[in-house]
């Protein structure tokens, strides 16, 4: 049967179909979603490690930049039979549980790409150990909007993780600020984790008062960073290494060399008109995973810092 002109395979080897191949996503740039969905498939290899068996958050965009979008946690009406799901049960909501999409498959981000999910957002712990997280994260969220501030913030952040012995890895989140994340072994829970991450940023924003905050006010903020350890609590996601992101120029959350983190940096600069020259040079994560590091000598340092 010949396939009609609105719906188009990324490729032929591929079973997922996206509908309306041409819908433009990018206006300015001319970026549509069948762009999207070929840089997700091109992409794939670098981005499955992240986000194998993991739940996924939707952030939903059907128009792209030329509408608004919407979040969703139950697995959307038109994913393929037989997407990968977690139930989750909860304890005080009305509804008493969400089945979440789980990602690693190249077919189950492609089928979410033709139904409007731009960025990929990913818990901490995988399906199979929800409550015991394999990294350790840092959203740095510049109050000015200039990354050069979020740079300076996260090299802080760098030099108080070099003092309690842990390697951390730096990217760019795709908007204005930059994550850092420390891969550690699994184990500790969900709670212990964020407890770390919090008494980080705390001990880090009290030695430059000035340029960092922990308050999560916005109006108690006064221009300052915000040090945000939350997106390691239970339930809450990040962008992943890889994902493309629903700003202009579609920009891609990209790891980066520490050599790379200077106020000159312009996050949009990786995009995915652009990114596969990126992908041309060494990979500065590509041993994320090798460094499986415990947080037990890291709280005892920290009590010192």
């Not at 191949?21 to 970026?31: A, H, I, L, T």
């Not at 990294?135 to 510049?142: A, E, Q």
């Not at 952040?157 to 795709?174: N, P, R």
Request: aromatic fraction near 8%.
């Amino acid at each position: 049967m010949k396939r009609p002109k609105s719906a188009r395979r990324v490729h032929e080897s591929l079973s997922v179909v996206i509908s309306h191949p041409d819908k433009v996503f990018w206006p300015e740039e001319g970026y549509t979603k069948l762009d999207l969905a070929n840089f997700y498939e091109t992409i794939f290899p670098k981005l499955s490690p992240y986000m194998e068996d993991r739940i996924l958050s939707l952030e939903r965009c059907p128009e792209g930049m030329l509408g608004d979008c919407f979040y969703q946690k139950e697995i959307p009406k038109g994913m393929p039979a037989g997407t990968p799901t977690k139930r989750i049960s909860h304890v005080t909501d009305e509804k008493r549980f969400t089945d979440y999409v789980v990602g690693g498959s190249l077919d189950t981000q492609l089928a979410l790409v033709n139904l409007g999910c731009i960025a990929v957002h990913i818990m901490g712990g995988r399906a199979t150990s929800l409550r015991q997280p394999d990294w350790v994260s840092f959203d740095i969220d510049p109050e000015s909007g200039e990354f050069g501030d979020a740079a300076r913030a996260g090299l802080h952040i760098k030099e108080a993780l070099d003092a309690l012995k842990l390697v951390s890895f730096a990217k760019t989140s795709g908007g204005r600020g930059m994550h850092v994340m420390v891969p550690i072994h699994n184990g500790p829970d969900t709670d212990d984790v964020l407890l770390f991450a919090e008494s980080v940023v705390a001990r880090v924003a009290a030695a430059h008062p000035a340029e960092l905050t922990v308050e999560h006010s916005v109006a108690a903020r006064h221009g300052r960073v915000y040090l945000d350890p939350f997106r390691n609590g239970f339930g809450q996601t990040i962008v992943a290494p890889f994902s493309v992101r629903h700003r202009a120029k579609a920009p891609v959350s990209t790891p980066l060399d520490w050599s790379e983190v200077k106020a000159t940096l312009v996050p949009s600069d990786f995009n995915i008109g652009n990114f596969m020259k990126r992908l041309q040079r060494a990979e500065p994560w590509k041993d994320f995973f090798v460094h499986r590091q415990s947080l037990d000598e890291a709280t005892r340092l920290l009590k010192n810092l």
